[in-house]
Structures are given as C-alpha cells and as structure tokens.
T-cell receptor, first 114, second 113 residues
Framework: EAGVAQSPRYKIIEKRQSVAFWCNPI?????LYWYQQILGQGPKLLIQ????????DSQLPKDRFSAERLKGVDSTLKIQPAKLEDSAVYLC????????????FGDGTRLSIL | AQSVTQLGSHVSVSEGALVLLRCNYS??????LFWYVQYPNQGLQLLLK??????LVKGINGFEAEFKKSETSFHLTKPSAHMSDAAEYFC???????????FGTGTRLKVLA
C-alpha cells in the first residue's frame, strides 16, 4: 500500500511570511495527525483529525497555525505569519479507526525560517 | 496523564554488541506502547508495538521489547548491533480510547565499527 505522502520536503522562508504543507494519508485511514518535531526533540502533536472533524488541537498555536482536512482525506497545515521558532520538521501521520493501531508517518517537511 | 522518559539521549555500542535503549512510561490506564525508528531526513517507522497481548514483543530488524508493568518499563533490545541500526529511536505511549501518542525525547544510537 502507498504510504503517507507529504509535500514539499523542504521549505525555506523568511520570518513573517506564510507557508503551507500538504498531506495525503494512507487510503482508508480515518485519523490524521500533524506533528511538529524540533531538532533534538520528539514529535509534538499539533492537531488530530478524525475524518474531517478536529479531535484535538490543544497544542496548536491558533494565532498563527491553521489546518483543515476537506472531505476527510487530504489535509493542509498553514503557518501565517511564521516566526523563527517555527523552524522544525512537520510530520503528518495517519491511522485506522482503532485505538491500538499504530500511526504511519510521512517523511515530513523540513521548514527553515530565516 | 501519560508520559514517557527515555534515559540516555545518546547511546554508543560496538558493532555486534547488545543494544539496550531504555523507556519508562507513566499512565493511569493500561498503556499501548510503541517503538519507532527515524533515519536522517525520514519519517518515523514502526519497529514494534505492545497492546496488552504478549509482554515480550518482537519487531522488525531483530529488535524486541519487554513490557514490565512492575517497573513501568518497555526497553528496546537487539542482541547484535549492525551499522545500519544507527538512527534515532523514539518510544511512545497511548491508551485505550485515545489515538493520541505521547513521545519520548528520543535516543540517538551510534554503532561503532
């Protein structure tokens, strides 16, 4: 089966600019996650969708970050405006609708803020 | 609340030696536990998972982990390290009724020739 697809792989922007990341989960996976992984740290959950509804966005900085999952498939994560501390790898993961099933991760987008 | 502690941010072993990466968890409910590996510039790949069946879990690439409830541990082991095992390893905890993972801070494994 095809894995989780993410694009772009790398992005360099200046602070205060905007950026968007795209994720296509594994076919049939109802749950989709966006993580932020800062260098030297474990992934931190930003937002979790089940189908096209938000389950958990408690750690999403809502003043600058937004995410949507139209039609319960693809998802987009946006940052506007970007800050220096947003430099990180943004990982997308998906899982089936069972709570002991593992999450499958994409290769991530490495974001550098200048 | 759930949490994960990975002791040792960096571990070095010689090729052919035993690999032991430590993970301790805290959970108020019976946990699900996972080990993932991350190679440079790649996403996380599942090594193995514990979901309340056998306490000794075998995973890919010769890795295994043992769930010890009395020690709240889920340490990852491999009898003989290979150069290709050099990567970062993450332990994660989840629980029944939630799909949310809490990750540890990771352990970077270096394999010496």
């Amino acid at each position: 089966e095809a894995g989780v697809a993410q694009s772009p792989r790398y992005k360099i922007i200046e602070k205060r600019q905007s950026v968007a990341f795209w994720c296509n989960p594994i076919s049939g996976h109802a749950t989709l996650y966006w993580y932020q992984q800062i260098l030297g740290q474990g992934p931190k959950l930003l937002i979790q969708f089940q189908n096209n509804g938000v389950v958990d966005d408690s750690q999403l900085p809502k003043d600058r970050f937004s995410a949507e999952r139209l039609k319960g498939v693809d998802s987009t994560l946006k940052i506007q405006p970007a800050k220096l501390e947003d430099s990180a790898v943004y990982l997308c993961a998906s899982s089936s609708d069972t709570d002991n099933q593992p999450q499958h991760f994409g290769d991530g987008t490495r974001l550098s803020i200048l | 609340a759930q949490s994960v502690t990975q002791l040792g941010s960096h571990v070095s072993v010689s090729e052919g030696a035993l690999v032991l990466l430590r993970c301790n968890y805290s959970s108020s409910v019976p946990p699900y536990l996972f080990w993932y590996v991350q190679y440079p510039n790649q996403g996380l790949q599942l090594l193995l998972k514990y979901t309340s069946a056998a306490t000794l879990v075998k995973g890919i690439n010769g890795f295994e982990a043992e769930f010890k409830k009395s020690e709240t541990s889920f340490h990852l082991t491999k009898p003989s390290a290979h150069m290709s095992d050099a990567a970062e390893y993450f332990c994660a905890v989840s629980g029944p009724g939630t799909y949310k993972y809490i990750f540890g801070t990771g352990t970077r494994l270096k394999v010496l020739a």
